[in-house]
């Protein structure tokens, strides 16, 4: 069961991720990843879908920030880690994927990613296809309009003139994760939200 | 003259910033970055000296993220940007090299990075240590203590563990600003926040 069985549907961008939403305030919603870079990798976005942080009022910013801030902790707990990547793509040239306003948070602990290239080898993952929403959306999740991108397995972006650091045979590999297992995790991190005090 | 002369020092870590400081709130400042990945790269902090973004009151983290919007639409109007890459690296398993919580918001245009690989590799120029705050407020800025790195020149990270990408070479040549430069730009900068919309 979705912890949001019977709600609204919740838009990212065009696509509805209502199964994969684990926390909403009246402003904002927070959602697990169809292909998470490290486990517990989350997006954070207002209801209201915007593409740009400017075009959120002053109360949407806010609440926003005070929602990365508290699914941040909670995440970086759950998954036992020690910091977190918050970062954030505004605009088209700034590499956004999905026209719609989305934090990325990303718990991270010490060595994490030795095996990538080190601490910082989170922002090649965040830019090659894995962080790539808009083409991974787009090979993996129907839409409302029910169909599927004639693109999948090509591992483009939908934003030309973007460029992955890996070699096609490695985003190949990753593939998408199923619905029910995107469900599942968003079942568990709502009840864990249940934990996190408020402030 | 510092746009904030005369005012109560602003520490970024252990590091005073006055003269690098455009803008300030009662819980928050944004300054200019001594070493800018691209024009109009600047920092927002909490005016607490605090690690952790969870470390931030409620009213410290709706402040500085109203802060972060508001100066960033500013910085793209300013240095004729059409987006922005904003993170944050919360912690120092994040990468964090100055332990004060500090929003990066750098503008974005089109093809601005064609020559260093494409759009994302500003990941890979705020990673390198073109990005790496604490070396680089050690290799070149007075503390307040009035010491100066024992490190100068060799590049390494204060994070042990973190990589660079960038040969030595290319670090040796970007040298950090001088205080003047980053005083005329924060004074120009001051004075273009009189004309952004508080909203």
């Not at 939403?21 to 915007?50: E, Y």
């Not at 650091?165 to 991190?189: Q, Y």
Request: overall charge negative.
């Amino acid at each position: 069961m979705s912890p949001l069985k019977g709600a609204t549907p919740i838009y990212f961008g065009s696509f509805i991720v209502t199964p994969q939403v684990f926390h909403t305030t009246p402003l904002t919603f927070a959602l697990v990843n169809l292909k998470p870079i490290l486990p517990g990798h989350v997006l954070v976005s207002p209801r209201r879908v915007v593409p740009r942080v400017t075009d959120l009022t002053p109360a949407e910013t806010s609440d926003l920030f005070l929602t990365v801030r508290r699914v941040g902790r909670m995440v970086e707990r759950v998954y036992g880690a020690t910091s977190l990547n918050i970062a954030i793509q505004d605009g088209v040239h700034a590499g956004q994927s999905v026209p719609h306003v989305h934090a990325h948070i990303i718990p991270r602990k010490a060595a994490d990613l030795d095996h990538a290239g080190g601490t910082d080898a989170v922002y090649d993952l965040l830019d090659g296809n894995e962080g790539d929403l808009g083409s991974a959306f787009k090979n993996a999740v129907p839409t409302e309009e029910g169909n599927q991108s004639t693109e999948a397995g090509n591992g483009n972006s939908v934003n030309s003139g973007r460029r992955s650091r890996f070699p096609v045979v490695d985003n190949d590999a990753r593939k998408p994760r199923g619905e029910e297992d995107m469900r599942a995790e968003a079942e568990m991190l709502a009840l864990e939200m249940e934990n996190e005090p408020l402030d």
